[in-house]
């Protein structure tokens, strides 16, 4: 949409967020996630450091591989945690930067015992260990962006098979590679391995890596990118309805996971002074998959969590399985700890699917309590009666939408006005959602064009279109179920700032206010009912400043008294952002009292357009909707 020519609505600004000043807004973004991975790595270390101090060598090695695994499991976190794709591949991943790593960094003289006829010149060549590290990055770099843009193709999305098999793919791809080309990775038996003495020798390189690995997850889960990603976890199609593009944020995430991988799994060869293909294969892939599930995949705190609860019960699996242990003898005992491991991803996937920490972070607990006690409600926004909403016009001509052999949309035109709501009633099965699926770019029109302004937008993708002007909700609710009523708007909010409009707009408190779910504002989206969930949808998608707001039955699943109090919300949030508004409903009360011009549909043809009375009047509609029974949406449970 076009900022100069938007009418900016009167109204005064409040003081709620305009009190927290700019400097409060830098602690919070870099302070918080700094003091999240101080508190982690310091619990990590000292924990570790103490359980070492008790025992010998052994101990010592099992907290370096934590340490390690730690990292390694953090940079799984900012892929899998942040965008919800679940990725067998990161192990693959490790492989390959381990191997990289290791033919790097191994002594020429080492390398010409066992790989004597590597290729490209490589036994020739010998790089310090972080050159090495370095080289591991970047060429395990270069194949995950290969595959990332495969899994943007295939538009992952949470849960999704498609990208769940990709990864695997990349898994077993690694391992067969590892183990048949002998020349550079020594095959399936010998390996790569440092000489003597060549080894880690110290901590100090897990500890820095570590620490920065920790704050970069932070920076990235706390960044507006890592908020984007999460919220196309919850729901992708209502991400892309607000203007994201998934692919974007997905990619983002996978190239700095895919780097603390990296680091994570060089440091690991270069402190275990060897890698076969088995040690970045099924059994390193179950014991971090574990850990990050178990602990709680969409928290880096849960995460690191879960590398310290699988240490210790892998640990006591093993010393159950161990000779020390010979009272009681019982049939799993070379496979236990394997066993714990898969009974453990079992147990949580049913019981508890989040994980032990499914969303808790330090520093936003914290902040959340210090605004709690500071924050006041902004004053409801005035808007003057006299206000226009939006300013260009939607057009929709000759709409046609067929499914196979039948019609949905037949020739439907519109042409709703940016200062009026727009009503468009009709029958169940009247094709009124397939519209504005098709003005949101959700389903392809057979044929026929639709344009804001001067804007064709009839080829271009949702998030496109979201961007443009045009936000929808989504007659079943489609919320980011595990984010807040405040994160939901406020995520929605962040891509006002890529149309480069920076004008005087309602904050996201103002926003929660107008729309009546201040007081739900610190609630997960997905324990809220239907008249919130559907008010917090009203905002959020009032949130990203459109130019027209399309409204999919905004009342279904009220009562009578807060459908009649959604009359008012709508034209406020309208007012409010300057939009003009399209409205769905099946309800007459609601509907007549909204609309300044109705259309009626049935069987996919505009049978009648006019005023509220002029409707009611018409003879067709009377005949095709009043006397019809109450439409019901597709699969929409309903309490009213
Ligand atoms: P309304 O919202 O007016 O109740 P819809 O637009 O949801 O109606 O549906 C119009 C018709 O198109 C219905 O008969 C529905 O079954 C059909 N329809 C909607 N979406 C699809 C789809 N993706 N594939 C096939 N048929 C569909
Ligand atoms: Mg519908």
Same mark, same amino acid.
């Given at each position: 949409?076009?900022?100069?020519?938007?009418?900016?609505?009167?109204?005064?600004?409040?003081?709620?967020?305009?009190?927290?000043?700019?400097?409060?807004?830098?602690?919070?973004?870099?302070?918080?996630?700094?003091?999240?991975?101080?508190?982690?790595?310091?619990?990590?270390?000292?924990?570790?450091?103490?359980?070492?101090?008790?025992?010998?060598? #052994?101990?010592?090695?099992?907290?370096?591989?934590?340490?390690?695994?730690?990292?390694?499991?953090?940079?799984?976190?900012?892929?899998?945690?942040?965008?919800?794709?679940?990725?067998?591949?990161?192990?693959?991943?490790?492989?390959?930067?381990?191997?990289?790593?290791?033919?790097?960094?191994?002594?020429?003289?080492?390398?010409?015992?066992?790989?004597?006829?590597?290729?490209?010149?490589?036994?020739?060549?010998?790089?310090?260990?972080?050159?090495?590290?370095?080289?591991?990055?970047?060429?395990?770099?270069?194949?995950? =962006?290969?595959?990332?843009?495969?899994?943007?193709?295939?538009?992952?999305?949470?849960? #999704?098979?498609?990208?769940?098999?990709?990864?695997?793919?990349?898994?077993?791809?690694?391992?067969?590679?590892?183990?048949?080309?002998?020349?550079?990775?020594?095959?399936?038996?010998?390996?790569?391995?440092?000489?003597?003495?060549?080894?880690?020798?110290?901590?100090?390189?897990?500890?820095?890596?570590?620490?920065?690995?920790?704050?970069?997850?932070?920076?990235?889960?706390?960044?507006?990118?890592?908020?984007?990603?999460?919220?196309?976890?919850?729901?992708?199609?209502?991400?892309?309805?607000?203007?994201?593009?998934?692919?974007?944020?997905?990619?983002?995430?996978?190239?700095?996971?895919?780097?603390?991988?990296?680091?994570?799994?060089?440091?690991?060869?270069?402190?275990?002074?060897?890698?076969?293909?088995?040690?970045?294969?099924?059994?390193?892939?179950?014991?971090?998959?574990?850990?990050?599930?178990?602990?709680?995949?969409?928290?880096?705190?849960?995460?690191?969590?879960?590398?310290?609860?699988?240490?210790?019960?892998?640990?006591?699996?093993?010393?159950?399985?161990?000779?020390?242990?010979?009272?009681?003898?019982?049939?799993?005992?070379?496979?236990?700890?394997?066993?714990?491991?898969?009974?453990?991803?079992?147990?949580?996937?049913?019981?508890?699917?989040?994980?032990?920490?499914?969303? $808790?972070?330090?520093?936003? $607990?914290?902040?959340?309590?210090?605004?709690?006690?500071?924050?006041?409600?902004?004053?409801?926004?005035?808007?003057?009666?006299?206000?226009?909403?939006?300013?260009?016009?939607?057009?929709?001509?000759?709409?046609?939408?067929?499914?196979?052999?039948?019609?949905?949309?037949?020739?439907?035109?519109?042409?709703?006005?940016?200062?009026?709501?727009?009503?468009?009633?009709?029958?169940?099965?009247?094709?009124?959602?397939? =519209?504005?699926?098709?003005?949101?770019?959700?389903?392809?029109?057979?044929?026929?064009?639709?344009?804001?302004?001067?804007?064709?937008?009839?080829?271009?993708?949702?998030?496109?279109?979201?961007?443009?002007?045009?936000?929808?909700?989504?007659?079943?609710?489609?919320?980011?179920?595990?984010?807040?009523?405040?994160?939901? /708007?406020? +995520?929605?909010?962040?891509?006002?700032?890529?149309?480069?409009?920076?004008?005087?707009?309602?904050? +996201?408190?103002?926003?929660?206010?107008?729309?009546?779910?201040?007081?739900?504002?610190?609630?997960?989206? %997905?324990?809220?009912?239907?008249?919130?969930?559907?008010?917090?949808?009203?905002?959020? #998608? #009032?949130?990203?400043?459109?130019?027209?707001?399309?409204?999919?039955?905004?009342?279904?699943?009220?009562?009578?008294?807060? %459908?009649?109090?959604?009359?008012?919300?709508?034209?406020?949030?309208?007012?409010?952002?300057?939009?003009?508004?399209?409205?769905?409903?099946?309800?007459?009360?609601?509907?007549?009292?909204?609309?300044?011009?109705?259309?009626?549909?049935?069987?996919?043809?505009?049978?009648?357009?006019?005023?509220?009375?002029?409707?009611?009047?018409?003879?067709?509609?009377?005949? /095709?909707?009043?006397?019809?029974?109450?439409?019901?949406?597709?699969?929409?449970?309903?309490?009213?």
């Amino acid at each position: 949409m076009n900022p100069e020519t938007t009418v900016q609505p009167e109204r005064t600004m409040s003081p709620a967020l305009s009190k927290s000043p700019a400097s409060m807004e830098w602690v919070r973004r870099l302070g918080g996630p700094l003091l999240t991975s101080i508190v982690l790595f310091a619990a990590l270390v000292l924990g570790g450091l103490l359980y070492a101090s008790g025992g010998g060598g #052994a101990r010592d090695s099992l907290v370096t591989q934590m340490l390690i695994n730690a990292i390694i499991v953090v940079g799984m976190q900012i892929y899998i945690g942040n965008t919800g794709v679940l990725s067998f591949g990161h192990v693959g991943f490790g492989a390959i930067a381990g191997y990289t790593f290791a033919i790097f960094a191994i002594s020429v003289e080492r390398k010409s015992v066992t790989v004597s006829d590597a290729p490209f010149g490589l036994s020739e060549i010998q790089w310090s260990p972080l050159a090495a590290i370095v080289a591991a990055v970047v060429v395990t770099l270069a194949i995950g =962006l290969v595959v990332g843009l495969g899994l943007s193709r295939t538009a992952a999305q949470s849960g #999704a098979i498609a990208a769940t098999v990709i990864t695997l793919a990349v898994l077993f791809m690694a391992r067969e590679v590892a183990v048949n080309w002998d020349e550079l990775t020594g095959g399936d038996r010998a390996g790569l391995s440092f000489g003597i003495g060549d080894t880690l020798e110290s901590r100090w390189p897990i500890y820095v890596a570590l620490f920065a690995s920790l704050l970069l997850a932070r920076l990235y889960g706390t960044s507006r990118s890592g908020r984007l990603a999460a919220a196309t976890r919850e729901d992708n199609l209502a991400a892309r309805a607000v203007g994201h593009n998934p692919a974007t944020h997905q990619t983002l995430a996978l190239v700095l996971s895919i780097v603390v991988v990296a680091v994570g799994a060089s440091l690991r060869v270069y402190e275990l002074g060897s890698i076969t293909p088995k040690f970045f294969f099924f059994e390193f892939t179950l014991l971090t998959l574990t850990m990050l599930i178990v602990g709680g995949r969409n928290s880096l705190t849960g995460a690191v969590l879960g590398v310290v609860v699988i240490t210790v019960g892998n640990e006591v699996t093993r010393y159950l399985a161990g000779p020390s242990v010979d009272s009681f003898e019982f049939v799993f005992r070379p496979g236990l700890s394997k066993l714990f491991l898969g009974l453990s991803m079992l147990l949580f996937m049913i019981v508890r699917p989040g994980g032990l920490l499914p969303d $808790w972070e330090l520093d936003s $607990w914290l902040f959340s309590r210090w605004r709690r006690r500071h924050e006041t409600k902004p004053v409801e926004a005035a808007t003057d009666e006299d206000t226009s909403l939006g300013s260009e016009v939607l057009k929709a001509e000759s709409i046609t939408v067929r499914f196979g052999g039948f019609q949905a949309l037949d020739d439907a035109t519109l042409d709703p006005q940016p200062d009026e709501v727009t009503g468009i009633i009709g029958p169940n099965g009247a094709g009124k959602t397939t =519209l504005l699926n098709v003005l949101t770019g959700v389903v392809p029109s057979t044929s026929g064009r639709f344009s804001l302004g001067s804007n064709d937008l009839s080829s271009k993708q949702t998030h496109a279109i979201a961007r443009e002007g045009v936000v929808r909700t989504f007659q079943n609710l489609r919320l980011f179920g595990s984010l807040t009523v405040r994160e939901n /708007v406020a +995520v929605a909010a962040l891509h006002r700032s890529d149309s480069g409009d920076s004008g005087s707009q309602p904050s +996201v408190e103002e926003l929660l206010v107008a729309a009546g779910i201040w007081d739900d504002r610190d609630r997960r989206a %997905s324990e809220l009912d239907y008249g919130t969930a559907r008010r917090l949808e009203l905002a959020r #998608a #009032a949130a990203t400043r459109p130019a027209f707001l399309l409204l999919d039955e905004p009342t279904s699943g009220m009562n009578e008294a807060e %459908s009649l109090a959604m009359t008012a919300q709508v034209r406020d949030l309208a007012r409010l952002v300057g939009a003009g508004v399209v409205v769905i409903d099946h309800d007459l009360g609601f509907i007549t009292g909204v609309c300044d011009r109705i259309y009626c549909l049935a069987q996919g043809t505009v049978v009648a357009v006019g005023t509220a009375d002029e409707i009611q009047a018409d003879p067709i509609v009377r005949e /095709v909707y009043l006397g019809s029974v109450a439409d019901d949406g597709p699969g929409e449970p309903r309490d009213s």
